[in-house]
């Protein structure tokens, strides 16, 4: 984000402060730089998939599927639960990828009632070079930052994520989902 964003997400909390002085604003400085990078990210990172014909939606299951190791398979279950999506959710994505032949469902012998999703050869060899494409587009918005700035944002990152995700440390005040 250049100075003209920061100028204006100081105008944003400067306008707050005199509208509502009542009011703590502060994380205002922090909140609305997330969101801008998060939806800069987004917006970039779907422009590089869909070169490939896929959504960040696909490339959750794919990568989840890869980063689980050979034979590359989890069931239905563990797959909704690993991306943090509900069954449903699990269900539309893995048909959509098995029409474009990224993955199968493989049933386990042998009473053949648990249903893995599979990486095909072919999906695993695609993924592998897509996943590169995407890699190169994450590095290009990182361009910008040294190497002591980016290592000083990602441990400020994972230090916040570590207090709101589940299992993290509690925040006074805060309801934390189950």
């Known amino acids: 984000m250049g100075s003209a964003s920061g100028d ?3 105008r944003i ?10 009011v703590d604003v502060s994380s205002i400085g922090i909140i609305t730089p997330v969101v801008r990078l998060a939806a800069l990210v987004m917006d970039h990172r779907a422009d590089v998939l869909a070169t490939h014909g896929l959504e960040q ?4 299951v794919l990568a989840t599927l890869r980063r689980s190791g050979a034979p590359f398979r989890l069931t ?13 959710a699990t269900t539309q994505r893995v048909q959509a990828m098995e029409a474009l032949g990224f ?8 009473d053949r009632r648990t ?9 695993l060899a695609r993924l592998d070079g897509l996943f590169a494409d995407v890699m190169a587009g994450d590095e290009s918005l990182l361009g910008g930052l040294e190497p002591r700035q980016r290592a000083a944002l990602e441990e400020l990152l994972r230090a916040w994520l570590a207090v709101l995700e589940p299992g993290g440390q509690a925040v006074p005040g805060m309801v934390t989902p189950e």
């Open 8 to 10: 204006q997400v100081g």
């Open 103 to 110: 993955v199968e469902r493989v049933r386990e012998e042998p």
């Open 115 to 123: 249903v893995h999703v599979q990486l095909t050869p072919g999906g």
């Open 13 to 22: 909390v400067e306008a707050w402060h005199r509208e509502r002085p009542d």
């Open 57 to 60: 939606s696909h490339l959750d």
């Open 76 to 88: 239905a279950g563990e797959l909704s639960r690993r991306c943090r999506v509900t069954a449903g």
